[in-house]
């Protein structure tokens, strides 16, 4: 599908991604959106999210980005990104129900093709690779590649995770060929932590939890720890990535605390066990080493529902 193509008949269109938007939600909306300010300077665009993360402030025209829906506006077009279900993207539902064609570009398994037209490739690496087949080369700016250069280096983990492929690693080089700084975006937007962002995850290696003869690793950061150390959840990325990283650990789950007896609950996976089809099972979703969802009850049942699936897929395995 061609981008210029599908909208050259629309006059409004509308982007959005899904909730507690991460790089890769921010970098493929942002660059579609400078992508279309580029080339269809005509059309009325408007781009719709959660408040991104300081990090990405390097991004262009991210200024644009409205964090309320504008009541009763219609759309020609309106096109979800890096998002499965309609569900999460909240509260942006009314703008996608105002629309006359919607979209959806993804990559991720559990996508429930929603949209009129939808663009999954689960085996992609992000969203920002699903979105750059969509678009003509040529006219991609640099700003633009600094959007798809962010989405692919967040969702990869800078290019470590097995969804990395040689395609991958192609666009990536054509973002770079655009001149972006791309050693800046991946210290800037993927490394960098703040002193209290240090603190916490600190605390939260320090009180981790070894389970399953080391094989699973799980941690939890409850609302009073949030609260004193003055932080939300848009702070606590980072946490899970360092868990999974523990030696001989195959999945790592990270809990934070989001109200009474609820809890976000993020999965990571190296070799073996699909942490999608756990998520799935508790109404989120994700990619097949990478996966989340929210649950409700006690984190000592949380944890060993969660277990109970691990262990049910090693011994399909055995």
Request: proline content about 2%.
């Amino acid at each position: 599908m061609n981008i210029l193509e599908t909208l050259k008949d629309a006059q409004t269109v509308g982007i959005t991604g899904h909730i507690r938007p991460d790089g890769d939600c921010v970098g493929s909306c942002m660059g579609l959106y400078n992508y279309l300010a580029d080339n269809m300077p005509e059309l009325d665009v408007s781009v719709y999210l959660e408040q991104p993360g300081e990090e990405f402030g390097y991004i262009n025209k991210l200024e644009a980005v409205k964090n309320e829906p504008d009541s009763g506006k219609h759309f020609d077009v309106f096109i979800v990104l890096d998002c499965s279900s309609l569900d999460r993207i909240e509260p942006f539902v009314s703008c996608y129900e105002n629309a006359d064609k919607t979209i959806c570009i993804d990559h991720h398994v559990s996508n429930q093709n929603f949209a009129d037209i939808n663009l999954i490739d689960g085996k992609a690496s992000s969203t920002c690779e699903v979105l750059y087949r969509t678009l003509e080369d040529d006219k991609i700016s640099k700003s633009t590649a600094e959007c798809i250069y962010t989405g692919i280096i967040h969702d990869t983990g800078v290019f470590k995770y097995s969804a990395t492929s040689a395609e991958t690693m192609m666009i990536a080089g054509k973002m770079m060929e655009k001149g972006i700084d791309y050693s800046d975006i991946i210290d800037n937007s993927f490394y960098k932590k703040t002193y209290i962002q240090n603190q916490i995850l600190g605390r939260a290696l320090l009180e981790s939890v070894l389970f399953y003869e080391g094989r699973c690793i799980f941690s939890l950061v409850t609302q009073n720890e949030m609260d004193f150390y003055g932080v939300t959840g848009k702070e606590l990325g980072g946490i899970i990535e360092q868990l999974r990283l523990t030696e001989g650990v195959e999945v790592a789950i990270f809990l934070y605390e989001t109200g009474e007896n609820e809890y976000k609950v993020s999965m990571r996976s190296k070799k073996i066990i699909d942490v999608s089809r756990i998520a799935v099972s508790f109404g989120g979703g994700g990619h097949i080493r990478a996966a989340g969802f929210t649950a409700k009850g006690t984190v000592h049942n949380i944890i060993n529902s969660i277990g109970a699936q691990i262990e049910e897929q090693y011994m399909a395995v055995s």
